[in-house]
C-alpha cells in the first residue's frame, strides 16, 4: 500500500484559486468559506444566480426570521399559561386544551431555534443553512396549512388582513423557500 504525504494530497486536491496556506488554516479556510458564499450571492462564484434571485433569498430568509420570531415570542407567552386570542376567535389556552402545552413548547425549544440557526447557518455555511432552512419551511407550511384548516372549518372566520398574516402566511412563505430551492437546487448545494 502507497502512502502520501499530507503536503503532497493538500497539493494535489488543492483549489488552484489558493494557496497552500489557505489549505491548512483552518481559521483561514473557514474564513474563506463566509466569503466564497457571500461572494456567490453577489455574484461572483455563481454567475447565474440573478439579481431577483438574490433579493427573493433575502426577502425570504428575512420573513422565515420575523415569523420565527414572532412565534417565539407568543408560544413563550402561551408555554407560561398566557392565553393567546387568535383573529378567528379560538384562544391558544393550554388550560383549556392540553394540546396547546405541547406545541407551545415544541416551537419554543425546536422550531424558532432551528430557525434562528439556520438563518446564521446560511451566512456562516451557507450549504448547512440552506438544509436547515429547508427543514424549517416544511414546518412552516405543515403548522399553517393545520391551522389554517382547523379555522376555516371549525371558527368561520372573516378572512381580514389579520388573519391572513397569522394563518396562511407562513405556508405562504415555507412555500416559496421551497420552490426557492427547487430552482436554485444546482447553485446552492454546490456550495
Not at 165 to 174: D, N, R, S, T
Request: aromatic residues 12%.
Amino acid at each position: 500500500m502507497r502512502t502520501v504525504s499530507p503536503v503532497a494530497h493538500i497539493l494535489a486536491t488543492m483549489d488552484p484559486g489558493r494557496t497552500l496556506y489557505e489549505h491548512t488554516n483552518p481559521q483561514v479556510s473557514r474564513q474563506l468559506r463566509c466569503r466564497s458564499f457571500h461572494r456567490a450571492l453577489r455574484g461572483g462564484r455563481m454567475p447565474e444566480l440573478s439579481m431577483v434571485s438574490r433579493v427573493s433569498l433575502y426577502v425570504l430568509v428575512a420573513s422565515i426570521g420575523i415569523l420565527a420570531l414572532i412565534i417565539w415570542s407568543v408560544q413563550v407567552g402561551v408555554l407560561n399559561g398566557r392565553a393567546f386570542k387568535n383573529p378567528d376567535g379560538s384562544v391558544d389556552d393550554w388550560h383549556e386544551q392540553k394540546l396547546f402545552y405541547g406545541i407551545s413548547f415544541a416551537d419554543v425549544f425546536v422550531a424558532c431555534p432551528a430557525s434562528v440557526a439556520g438563518i446564521i447557518l446560511v451566512l456562516v455555511a451557507p450549504r448547512w443553512g440552506c438544509y436547515v432552512l429547508a427543514l424549517v419551511s416544511f414546518w412552516l407550511v405543515w403548522t399553517n396549512i393545520m391551522t389554517t384548516a382547523s379555522s376555516l372549518r371549525f371558527e368561520q372566520p372573516r378572512i381580514t388582513l389579520m388573519w391572513f398574516i397569522v394563518f396562511p402566511l407562513g405556508a405562504l412563505v415555507g412555500l416559496a423557500y421551497i420552490a426557492w430551492t427547487i430552482v436554485h437546487f444546482d447553485i446552492i448545494y454546490s456550495l
